[in-house]
């Protein structure tokens, strides 16, 4: 049964559970989460978003009267986009601040080093990263909001041999995890589309202008049908601006790291004709039937947060959002004194739950909890987001 959490439902339930308004939110202990993101260093365009929609959902959670008479604390700490700063952040909120759930982190690498606290601590965490390796090894106590890169990758190299047509693909790929993670995908799935990774050049997360050039210099020499570019910015960016001045006329495909506002405001005139996979909630209006309940709730997150910060939501925004949403609709699920392992239970429960992204239906075996349905592709023309021919 699909779940969709409207502040109708959100009035509605703290009414039945605490007999009482809107009011009572607050009156009892806070239900704390903690949360670890990256409000600086080369993550930041992707953690700013989230953060501003991590505190959005807690003001509205809290103003519908909180989660059986508790408000909900949100404890946020910057991991400056780095994995030992997002480690040591961990465990700060867990042991200091004895906080129920965590979120986090914005990048891969962050991610994962916050994964063996979580582990360890046995405390359920729910990430905003899509690298497909955050999942290896024992994923007990971790979850996932975002796409995978395997989910991305396919869908990407679907719209290439379906829609484009195109054989030869040269790969420029962020050494970050990130970046190595859709590097691995692509070269590891191309075949079966039959399509060729004709150039592969890794490119560092701050590499400079005259650095991208001597990739793209390289990627010319093999000949490629198009350029296909896995990273989050600022460096698709530059690499899209260096394209269009050095006259490359070969289509540019990038990855679902680029699916932000920073990406057209950064690439500037070079951002149009780009192609890459998002999440509904960027088109929702041109591609969810409007009584669906996935419209429903895409548009009221969309339009709180317009109303809120005067600006488009973005991909980075909804994995955020979606993150307080799995835990708070677990915790209702669970009861607002579910311990760490009762809560972890209740998101692994998680079915139909309506997010930004997609309908979330975690499993024991499955704790990503989307399917590449859940993806679509896109355009950018004109500054502006729009839907792409779909494989």
């Known amino acids: 049964m699909i779940v969709l959490l409207s502040l109708i439902a959100l009035a509605m339930s703290a009414v039945l559970i605490t007999g009482c308004g809107s009011g009572d ?13 990256s409000e600086s260093g080369s993550n930041q365009p992707l953690g700013a978003p989230e953060k501003k929609a991590i505190e ?20 946020i700490k ?25 979120i986090g982190s914005s990048g891969t690498g962050p991610t994962i080093s916050m994964k063996q606290e979580a582990t360890k601590n046995e405390i359920p965490q729910v990430c905003m990263a899509a690298g497909a390796n955050i999942m290896d ?73 005259s650095g991208m050039d001597t990739h ?23 690499i899209a601006k260096r394209m269009k001045d050095k006259g490359m006329s070969q289509p540019y495909i990038g990855s679902h790291g680029i699916a932000n506002q920073s990406f057209i405001k950064l690439a500037g ?25 996935e ?9 709180a947060y317009m109303d809120r910060y005067g600006e488009k939501v973005d991909t980075f925004a909804g994995h955020g959002w979606d993150a307080m949403l799995i835990i708070t609709e677990a915790l209702k699920r669970a009861g607002a004194d579910a311990t760490r392992s009762e809560l972890r239970d209740a998101i692994e429960e998680t079915q ?5 992204a997609g309908i979330f239906n975690y499993t024991a075996s499955d704790h990503n909890g989307l399917t590449p349905d859940d993806l679509v592709m896109v355009d950018i023309a004109n500054g502006q987001w729009e839907p792409g021919q779909q494989p």
């Open 25 to 37: 939110g607050g009156t009892k202990e806070p239900i704390k989460i903690g949360v670890v993101l």
């Open 56 to 75: 959005l959902f807690e003001e509205r959670i809290n103003e519908s009267g909180g989660i059986g008479g508790h408000d909900v604390e949100v404890i």
């Open 78 to 102: 910057d991991d400056a986009s780095d994995a030992s700063k997002a480690q040591q952040a961990a465990v700060e909120l867990i042991e200091q601040e004895d906080v129920v759930a965590l």
């Open 137 to 209: 090894g024992d994923f007990t106590w971790i979850f996932r909001t975002p796409p995978t890169a395997t989910e991305a990758g396919r869908k990407v190299l679907a719209y290439i041999e379906k829609v484009l047509n195109l054989k030869r693909i040269a790969l420029l790929y962020d050494t970050n995890p990130f970046g190595t993670d859709g590097k691995a995908v692509i070269e590891g799935n191309a075949g079966e589309y039959g399509l060729q990774v004709v150039a592969s050049e890794g490119y560092k997360t701050d590499e400079s202008e």
């Open 216 to 238: 793209l210099t390289n990627v010319q020499t093999s000949n490629p049908d198009l350029v296909l570019v896995w990273g989050t910015n600022p460096g698709p960016a530059i």
């Open 269 to 293: 005139d070079a951002a149009n004709g780009v192609v890459f996979p998002g999440g509904k909630l960027l088109i929702y209006k041109e591609v969810l039937d409007p009584s669906s309940a």
């Open 295 to 303: 419209y429903k709730a895409i548009d009221e997150f969309a339009t």
């Open 352 to 356: 139909g739950v309506v997010g930004s």
